[in-house]
């Protein structure tokens, strides 16, 4: 299955209308224990960026997987409810005006289903500092950076060869392993690739050496 790649979920219409293709920048992306801060994209399937790759792992072992957004990771729900001052009315358009918040935050704010209506700055803050996002399933392997699965550690011996396959040996995304794209990954790849090539050479040169032809022997 893909690792590193985007997830699927259900987005409105009104909502693809308002914010296909934009970014929700800055933010701190919560799932479980673990959290992240950079940028989504808010595509038609789901979502793409750095912080949902990054814990693809944690979201792929979840029954029921779920993230939650902190749109302002950098202030209090306390200092965003003071900024929004006495506003009664117009709370979505207020927040984005007072709070900074970018076109396609507003428009999660505006469209996403079961929120709202909005009847107090401190209940919308409450949703800008914790926007929950159910998921469905991870983009096909076929869209991913990398991919998850593979050969299992166990079967494999130091030198990374296959304990039931003598003389086969593997590396890089051919074991079941993940790791964040990017120098994280590609080290990973080289390294685990110049490992198994040593291994292979070592066993080559400590092998047995094969008897030549009897026409050579004379």
Same mark, same amino acid.
């Given at each position: 299955?893909?690792?590193?790649?985007?997830?699927?979920?259900?987005?409105? +219409?009104? #909502?693809?209308?308002?914010?296909? =293709?934009? +970014? #929700?920048?800055?933010?701190?992306?919560?799932?479980?224990?673990?959290?992240?801060?950079?940028?989504?994209?808010? &595509?038609?399937?789901?979502?793409? =960026?750095?912080?949902?790759?990054?814990?693809?792992? &944690? %979201?792929?072992?979840?029954?029921?997987?779920? %993230?939650?957004?902190?749109?302002?990771?950098?202030? &209090?729900?306390?200092?965003?409810?003071?900024?929004?001052?006495?506003?009664?009315?117009?709370? /979505?358009?207020?927040?984005?005006?007072?709070?900074? #918040?970018?076109?396609?935050?507003?428009?999660?704010?505006?469209?996403?289903?079961?929120?709202?209506?909005?009847?107090?700055?401190?209940?919308?803050?409450?949703?800008?500092?914790?926007?929950?996002?159910?998921?469905?399933?991870?983009?096909?392997?076929?869209?991913?950076?990398?991919?998850? =699965? !593979?050969?299992?550690?166990?079967? %494999?011996?130091?030198?990374?060869?296959?304990?039931?396959?003598?003389? /086969?040996?593997?590396?890089?995304?051919?074991?079941?392993?993940?790791?964040?794209?990017? !120098?994280?990954? #590609?080290?990973?790849?080289?390294?685990?690739?110049?490992?198994?090539?040593?291994?292979?050479?070592?066993?080559?040169?400590?092998?047995?050496?094969?008897?030549?032809?009897?026409?050579?022997?004379?």
């Amino acid at each position: 299955m893909g690792s590193n790649c985007g997830w699927e979920c259900e987005w409105p +219409p009104a #909502l693809l209308e308002a914010a296909e =293709g934009l +970014p #929700l920048k800055n933010l701190r992306v919560h799932v479980g224990n673990e959290s992240s801060r950079g940028e989504l994209v808010i &595509t038609r399937y789901g979502l793409e =960026g750095p912080p949902i790759y990054r814990m693809g792992p &944690t %979201l792929r072992n979840m029954q029921r997987p779920e %993230l939650f957004l902190d749109f302002k990771p950098e202030r &209090t729900a306390a200092a965003l409810i003071d900024r929004m001052g006495r506003v009664q009315r117009n709370f /979505v358009r207020e927040a984005r005006r007072r709070l900074k #918040l970018d076109p396609g935050t507003a428009a999660l704010l505006q469209h996403l289903p079961d929120r709202g209506p909005w009847k107090s700055a401190e209940q919308i803050v409450a949703e800008v500092k914790r926007c929950r996002i159910g998921l469905l399933k991870p983009r096909p392997v076929a869209e991913a950076i990398s991919s998850a =699965g !593979g050969v299992a550690w166990s079967e %494999l011996d130091e030198g990374l060869m296959l304990k039931n396959h003598p003389g /086969v040996f593997v590396a890089g995304e051919m074991i079941d392993w993940d790791a964040p794209t990017g !120098g994280f990954l #590609l080290q990973a790849c080289f390294s685990t690739a110049t490992h198994a090539a040593r291994s292979a050479l070592d066993r080559r040169c400590d092998g047995p050496r094969r008897k030549p032809p009897a026409s050579d022997a004379q």
